[in-house]
């Protein structure tokens, strides 16, 4: 899922139910937050926050990759 560029995307808790999600790209956004439900994708290879201000960031076992620049 890639949200590249979208302003302030906000992350609903339900994010959760794609299971399968693989890869989530949040590069050149506003985020303000995480929800915690995103530790629930287990799935989730990639978090990409490239370029990306976030003023909170929870992130637990299961994801192998976070880029930060």
């Known amino acids: 899922l890639d949200l590249e560029r979208v302003y302030k995307p906000k992350l609903p808790n339900c994010i959760a139910r794609l299971s399968r ?6 590069r050149w956004t506003y985020l303000e937050s995480l ?3 995103i530790s629930k994708l287990l799935k989730l ?3 990409d926050l490239k ?5 909170y960031l929870n ?3 299961g994801t192998q990759t976070l880029v930060l620049e």
């Open 21 to 26: 999600l693989r890869y989530l790209g949040l």
């Open 35 to 37: 929800p915690s439900s």
């Open 45 to 47: 290879q990639t978090l």
């Open 51 to 55: 370029h990306t201000y976030s003023t």
């Open 59 to 61: 992130l637990e076992d």
